[in-house]
């Protein structure tokens, strides 16, 4: 048998040590993002912590979901029903991308590419938008395969 009493405590440290550049960055390197939140909703699709840290993969979840499955609807973990769009879902709370989304990205350097087809809610033009549904069914179903 293994000693549990000395190895967990040991798993601990050493994530703890992994990750000290991460903490010891956090709140201290100036300025700290600070994005805006929605003033007009109180919760998230799931937690604040779960989404802070999983909300690349929960979009990209979704990506695959509506592509490849043509699934729309996102349950979570308290039953309640979204919408898995980006632009129709985030959005429809995180109005702004400059003071929420870009606020945190610009901080880590991180540039997703999504908004060189997905549209934040300041400009409404462009083919991934509901605009999409003028294009021909042949058009609109091929682009996301190739893309995604
Ligand atoms: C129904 C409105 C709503 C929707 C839809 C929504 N959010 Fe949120 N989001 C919020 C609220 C409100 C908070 C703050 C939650 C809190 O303080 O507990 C939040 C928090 C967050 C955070 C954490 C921010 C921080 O300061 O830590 C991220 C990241 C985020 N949302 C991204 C997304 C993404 C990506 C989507 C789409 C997959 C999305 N949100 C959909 C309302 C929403
Ligand atoms: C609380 C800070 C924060 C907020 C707010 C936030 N993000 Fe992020 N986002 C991050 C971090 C940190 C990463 C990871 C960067 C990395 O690993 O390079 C990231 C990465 C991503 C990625 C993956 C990028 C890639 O190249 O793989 C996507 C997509 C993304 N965010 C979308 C969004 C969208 C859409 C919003 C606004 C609705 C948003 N994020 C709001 C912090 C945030
Ligand atoms: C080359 C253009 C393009 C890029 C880049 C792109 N997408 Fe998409 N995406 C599309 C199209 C077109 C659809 C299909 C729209 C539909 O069926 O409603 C789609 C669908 C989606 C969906 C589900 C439907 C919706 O309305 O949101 C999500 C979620 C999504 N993409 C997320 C992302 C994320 C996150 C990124 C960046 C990491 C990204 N996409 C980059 C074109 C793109």
Redesign the pocket.
């Known amino acids: 048998m293994h000693d549990a009493g000395k190895i967990i405590p040991g798993m601990i440290a050493f994530v703890l040590f992994v990750t000290i550049p991460f903490w010891a960055n956090f709140g201290k390197a100036a300025p700290e ?1 600070k ?1 805006e939140l929605p003033k007009e909703y109180k919760k998230c699709v799931e937690s604040k912590d779960f989404m ?1 840290r999983e ?2 993969k929960l ?2 979840k979704w990506r695959f979901d509506v592509v490849r499955n043509n699934m729309r609807v996102y349950i979570n973990s308290e039953g309640q029903t979204f919408d898995m769009s ?1 632009q129709n879902e ?2 429809r709370c ?1 109005t702004q ?1 400059k003071k ?2 870009d ?3 610009d ?8 908004w060189n087809c997905h549209i934040p809610p300041e400009e409404k033009k462009g083919w991934a938008t509901k605009e999409t549904e003028n294009l021909t069914e042949e058009v609109s179903s091929k682009q996301p395969a190739s893309h995604h």
């Not at 901080?107 to 999504?114: I, K, L, R, S, T």
Request: charged share 10%.
């Open positions: 993002p994005p802070r909300h690349m979009l990209r980006l985030c959005m995180h991308k929420f989304c606020v945190c990205h901080y880590v350097a991180a540039h997703p590419y999504c």
